[in-house]
């Protein structure tokens, strides 16, 4: 296999030999294996992923194709129809140039010899261990569905300024989906753990977190309209704010004006007890890799700080537009589950690892302090929230009622809703120390005030 | 191609593989992007990959690759079937449906490829329609996409069956986004048809992206719906996304087979009111083209519902056997490196002969759900709950339609929903989109739905509480 880095040097090179001023390429090569499973193996899969993009300019002209191949001749289209491209672009007024310098964080625990070197067996063994967990908490319990997938991803970026970078990156996900009762009256549940890092796959408590659950979901009731208090699960509350931040945090949303947060740094938009910070090069986090997709390095910024606007997530076309360094956080894919490889597309700004600051509760002990309301383990259709308006809007696939400080009956179906805007000013700010993510969006347990519940 | 499908597939055959497939697909990518007069990005790109799919034991082993060269592409066969081998005594016991080979090629008929039209001449369209949806200054965003995809697949089966298929789409999509008393608000809206670019020539996006700015603003400026479960209208794009997520997900076969779905056992029950019938359909004007899935089988009209009761699941081969049914050539890929799972084709609802005012008339407090900026929904297929999200609507009073009201996120349950339609109106529209999809299991797929304006007694509508 042709190394990625060499490649991405020659296709900048070629790309200058055919008449670009500047030229950058982007190459990824991804070995993905996967096995399905129900209650057996259904499965397994194996992919091997290559390609490169080109992105050149001519004046303030730029051009972008890409191409599923290393291959001289394809790397040659891909110039030669970027090339192209870039003469029938118009001029963009805000182009400066490529990046002129790039840089390399030291982070830890992103790449996982184990998950690169682990074998077919390994992959079997892990998922034995999901189906034998869920059988022995109940044999009435059954998988409807499940993957164990492990990803190794390597990235190589150059430029014709002269500047090369390369870095790999391992990802691994174990999912199951879980049922119980009959056919009249059922219970599901899911549960995910995503990780750099093999040996913090949970395997096992997810297949019996699922699996309790999915008995408790059997008896299921729908609850009538009304307000209530609300404590959310550390993922599902990820998921919250993954919805309605990472789109409008960015200085490109920013820039053009479709980002509530507009004009709005240094002003207070929360309350004082909630701080919001991209951590760029969290230990082992899903997002953290050594540079982002421009060649920056990933770091630290602050995004809302003790309620105060601090920032925005910057590349390094809007970051240079405002004349400032980037933020480190151009990426060429949207979230860590995309359905097209990174190369394919060109850079935009978008969080690393989203962290909604930890407090010092545990959750039961929220659970306890909200004495009646609803506590939120699953939901659907959260991400059609608009984060613009602040609309927020869920419904409810999984969940318990809270009676008395305790959980009681598992509820479903009803749309939890409320205004984001409104929630960050004092209506989340009881929150627990147990972050836990949606993708690479981390939260804790959260306690949200005064939700719209429209049930029967 | 053909002889290299052939020969992988032989390959796996002689390493011990009791049926084999090899599809080989070549996608073509455009996405052009204009926000706020000026041209955001062009984004082009070509994707050429092989993927085996081998029956070793009780599972499948699959394989792909987009390095096309015979020797690795060897090595990926055996790199499969070793692989399944090691699942072997965890391994289900897949069986297949019979099908009768086919051979077959079916083409898109295009009069003009996308991919022949000058970038410039293409920029211009996106930057013009760009800039004619800066319909005010209350307009603080716009957006405008051309979408492009050319999507050739070759399948070849060990059985014989030798399927090409050749779909170009086409596209335009706007977003707004409106401010006005300290609010913001967007709508998102698209365009698309299985063609050439004569359907971009053949449309007038300034007006296209003008009318959404003007949707932006008057939504921005109206009040949220009550929250609560009352009657509604919905319009034939969003009847389309109700039925797709209401019903379609819950009618795919290897979530039946696996009985999480709450349909799982009620096929010849009566699910829906008897006034509805809905078919899933690979070839029907205005949805996304499926003349054959991506095992090689005849993608027809399948019925789903047929005057209320349930008569058929979307079904593959494997899931065919374990349901004791016939396959409908529902087993899709999101492309080579995917597994084909169940998936939706078209969904849509047969229409009745009411007109518009005779479904709004009887209804004292309800809404008119509208599809226009919508986008999307999701369901929880065991639990049975749905959720989609409409765009700007309308409130219903005593019969009349009165203000806009904001689009808000609407949720049902499967099994009780469909049963309280209670009129089909006579109108028909399908639809389809070159940029978005339907997600399952980590896969996007092509889909296309429609039907009639509908009246169900009783949908819940996420607002605020009185």
Redesign the interface.
């Known amino acids: 296999m042709t190394e990625i880095l060499p490649t991405a040097e020659a296709a900048v090179k070629l790309a200058l030999k055919k008449g670009f001023d500047e030229a950058e390429a982007f190459s990824t090569k991804i070995t993905r294996r996967e096995i399905i499973y129900r209650n057996q193996i259904e499965a397994t899969k194996t992919n091997a992923i290559a390609g490169l993009s080109v992105r050149g300019v001519i004046g303030k002209r730029v051009g972008f194709f890409s191409v599923s191949s290393l291959d001289r001749k394809d790397i040659e289209r891909a110039v030669e129809e970027s090339l192209k491209i870039a003469k029938a672009s118009s001029e963009d007024p805000d182009w400066k140039s490529l990046p002129r310098k790039y840089g390399k964080a030291s982070v830890e625990k992103v790449a996982d010899k184990k998950i690169e070197q682990a074998t077919a067996k390994d992959l079997v063994e892990e998922v034995r261990l999901a189906i034998s967990t869920v059988r022995d908490v109940d044999p009435s319990v059954s998988i409807t569905r499940g993957f164990l997938s492990t990803n190794v991803l390597s990235n190589a970026i150059a430029n014709s300024h002269g500047c090369k970078l390369e870095r790999k990156e391992t990802l691994a996900a174990m999912w199951v989906a879980v049922k119980a009762g009959t056919s009249d009256r059922k219970g599901v549940s899911h549960e995910i753990s995503v990780s750099r890092l093999w040996k913090r796959l949970k395997t096992k408590q997810i297949a019996r977190a699922a699996s309790e659950r999915a008995l408790k979901m059997v008896h299921a009731i729908q609850i009538p309209n009304g307000k209530m208090n609300t404590v959310w699960r550390n993922d599902a509350f990820a998921g919250i704010i993954d919805a309605m931040l990472t789109r409008t945090i960015t200085a490109d949303a920013v820039q053009k004006n479709r980002s509530p947060w507009v004009g709005k740094i240094g002003q207070p938009v929360a309350s004082e007890a909630v701080t919001i910070i991209d951590e760029g090069k969290m230990v082992a986090g899903n997002g953290t890799r050594q540079f982002d997709d421009d060649g920056s390095s990933q770091k630290r910024t602050p995004v809302i700080e003790k309620g105060i606007l601090r920032g925005f997530l910057y590349d390094n076309y809007t970051a240079s537009k405002e004349n400032r360094p980037s933020t480190g956080n151009a990426h060429r894919d949207v979230g860590i589950f995309t359905s097209q490889p990174n190369y394919m597309k060109t850079p935009s700004p978008y969080p690393n690892n989203l962290v909604v600051n930890p407090s010092n509760a545990t959750a039961d002990e929220l659970i306890q302090e909200t004495r009646n309301g609803l506590y939120v383990v699953e939901t659907i259709g959260e991400w059609l929230s608009n984060p613009i308006s602040g609309e927020l809007s869920a419904t409810l696939s999984s969940g318990f009622l809270i009676e008395n400080g305790e959980l009681t009956r598992a509820v479903k179906g009803v749309i939890l809703s409320s205004n984001f805007f409104d929630m960050l000013k004092g209506k989340m700010d009881l929150r627990a120390s147990d972050l836990d993510s949606a993708g690479a969006t981390y939260a804790p347990t959260t306690q949200v005030l005064d939700m719209t519940v429209a049930g029967e | 191609m053909e002889d290299l499908l052939k020969n992988l597939v032989n390959r796996a055959l002689d390493l011990g593989a009791r049926y084999a497939d090899a599809r080989f697909q070549d996608l073509r990518?455009t996405l052009i992007m204009a926000?706020?007069g000026?041209?955001r990005?062009?984004?082009?790109?070509?994707?050429?990959?092989i993927g085996i799919r081998v029956l070793v034991g009780?599972?499948?082993?699959?394989?792909?690759?987009?390095?096309?060269k015979k020797a690795d592409l060897r090595r990926?066969v055996s790199?499969?079937i070793?692989?399944?081998k090691?699942?072997k005594k965890?391994?289900?016991s897949?069986q297949l449906a019979k099908v009768k080979p086919v051979e077959a090629s079916v083409e898109v008929p295009v009069k003009r490829n996308p991919d022949d039209v000058?970038?410039?001449v293409k920029?211009k369209v996106v930057?013009e329609a760009n800039k004619a949806a800066v319909t005010g200054a209350d307009i603080?965003?716009s957006?405008s996409r051309l979408g492009f995809l050319h999507d050739v697949r070759m399948f070849l089966s060990s059985e014989g069956t030798k399927v090409k298929t050749d779909i170009t789409t086409s596209g335009f999509s706007q977003?707004s986004?409106a401010a006005a008393n300290g609010?913001?608000?967007?709508v998102p809206e698209q365009r698309s048809q299985c063609a050439g670019y004569e359907f971009i020539e053949g449309g007038d996006w300034n007006a296209f992206a003008a009318e959404v700015s003007q949707l932006a603003s008057k939504v921005?400026v109206a009040p949220?719906p009550p929250?609560?479960?009352y009657p509604a209208v919905l319009d034939p794009e969003l009847i389309g996304l109700f039925l797709h997520e209401a019903l379609g997900h819950a009618s795919e076969g290897?979530?039946v087979a696996?009985?999480?779905s709450?349909l799982?056992?009620?096929l010849g029950d009566s699910i829906a009111s008897e006034i509805v019938t809905v078919f899933d359909d690979g070839n029907i004007a205005g949805g996304y083209v499926v003349p054959f899935d991506d095992e090689g089988v005849p993608k027809t009209k399948t019925t789903v519902i047929e005057k209320g009761r349930l008569r058929s699941f979307l079904l593959s081969r494997d899931t065919a056997i374990e349901l004791g049914l016939e396959p409908t050539g529902n087993a899709r890929a999101?492309n080579f490196?995917h597994?084909p799972i169940v998936r939706m084709t078209n969904m849509y609802m047969q229409p009745g002969d009411l007109s518009f005012e005779e479904l709004v008339k009887d209804i004292e407090y309800g809404f008119y759900v509208r599809g226009r900026g919508s986008?999307?929904?999701?369901?929880?297929?065991?639990?049975?709950?749905?959720?989609?999200?409409a765009g700007p609507s309308y409130l219903i009073e005593k019969g009349e339609l009165k203000h806009m009201v904001?689009?808000?996120?609407?949720?049902g349950?499967v099994l009780e929903t469909l049963k309280t339609i209670e009129a089909v109106g006579k109108d028909f529209t399908v639809t389809t989109s070159v940029f978005g999809g339907c997600?399952k299991?980590?896969?996007?797929a092509k889909v296309g739905d429609g039907g009639p304006h509908v009246r169900l007694g009783k949908l819940?509508?996420?607002?605020?509480?009185n």
Do not use: C, H
């Open positions: 990518q926000e706020n000026s041209l990005s062009y984004e082009s790109d070509r994707s050429t990959g009780g599972a499948w082993g699959i394989a792909s690759s987009t390095v096309l990926k790199e499969a070793r692989m399944a090691a699942a965890l391994s289900t897949i000058p970038p410039d920029v930057l603080k965003n957006s977003l986004v609010s913001m608000e967007r921005v949220m929250a609560g479960t290897d979530l696996t009985k999480e709450v799982e056992g009620r999101q490196e597994k986008l999307g929904g999701q369901v929880d297929v065991g639990g049975g709950t749905f959720t989609f999200r904001r689009a808000v996120n609407f949720a349950k997600g299991d980590g896969q996007l819940t509508i996420g607002g605020r509480a």
